[in-house]
């Protein structure tokens, strides 16, 4: 395999993407049709407004933009890679109601999944073309990370690409997108996934539910 696991890891990609103004663009496009599909299955799964929701590589508030005035003052929480790129979209992204909402201090830079400064008080989480980007052994410690760290979570909305059992070429998913098992965009078996979630701790429950792209809806209970 050629260049990096993911795309967001080439040099200066997050600064070449904000100084051209492509907050959205990098973050998969589709910004309405996605951040309410994000929004339509957290609430099928039973996100309330009173529960802390905390979304996994927020990004510039695609999901956040929807969520932070559905939510209860101060209950969403996001982590990126990218400070820069959630701060982006907290200004940009949000009213000035929503940013009286959701405090700075809650989008927390976090490119290792380990959750630093999160609060022991996550209700649910949402990992939404995350892992899409990056080889199957991220997933595993990541999970782990999260159930450390947040033990009232109820449950994890995961966003996947699989392919067949053994699949190790391209793979084409049903919305088009072609999908690979050595370099982004990445995918992996129903199994191994399933296996990484027993591993760290969690009852994997597919969803059939069509989302943008062809990616496939786990939901994570902990078990």
């Known amino acids: 395999m050629t260049g990096p696991v993911s795309p967001y890891l080439a040099p200066a990609f997050?600064?070449?993407?904000?100084?051209?103004?492509?907050?959205?663009?990098?973050?998969?496009?589709?910004?309405?049709?996605?951040?309410?599909?994000?929004?339509?299955?957290?609430?099928?799964?039973?996100?309330?407004?009173?529960?802390?929701?905390?979304?996994?590589?927020c990004g510039c508030l695609r999901l956040g933009h929807r969520a932070v005035p559905w939510l209860d003052t101060g209950h969403y929480w996001g982590t990126d890679a990218s400070l820069a790129l959630m701060r982006r979209g907290w200004e940009v992204e949000l009213t000035d109601a929503d940013r009286a909402r959701l405090p700075l201090a809650q989008l927390i830079e976090d490119a290792d999944f380990a959750?630093?400064?999160?609060?022991?008080?996550?209700?649910?989480?949402?990992?939404?073309?995350?892992?899409?980007?990056?080889?199957?052994?991220?997933?595993?410690p990541a999970l782990a990370a999260l159930k450390a760290r947040a033990p009232r979570l109820?449950?994890?909305?995961?966003?996947?690409?699989?392919?067949?059992?053994?699949?190790?070429?391209?793979?084409?998913?049903?919305?088009?997108?072609?999908?690979?098992?050595?370099?982004?965009?990445?995918?992996?078996?129903?199994?191994?996934?399933e296996a990484d979630a027993a591993a760290a701790g969690f009852a994997l429950h597919w969803r059939d539910r069509r989302l943008p792209r062809g990616q496939r809806l786990a939901v994570l209970v902990p078990s």
């Open 14 to 57: 997050y600064e070449t993407a904000l100084a051209t103004g492509r907050h959205r663009d990098i973050v998969g496009g589709r910004w309405d049709e996605t951040a309410g599909a994000q929004m339509a299955a957290l609430r099928d799964e039973g996100l309330t407004p009173a529960d802390r929701l905390l979304d996994i590589g």
């Open 115 to 140: 959750f630093p400064g999160l609060p022991a008080t996550i209700d649910m989480a949402i990992a939404f073309a995350v892992f899409t980007h990056l080889p199957a052994g991220r997933l595993r």
């Open 154 to 193: 109820r449950k994890l909305l995961l966003t996947l690409f699989l392919a067949p059992e053994g699949h190790d070429g391209a793979f084409r998913q049903p919305d088009g997108v072609v999908t690979h098992a050595t370099r982004p965009p990445w995918h992996r078996s129903a199994a191994t996934a």
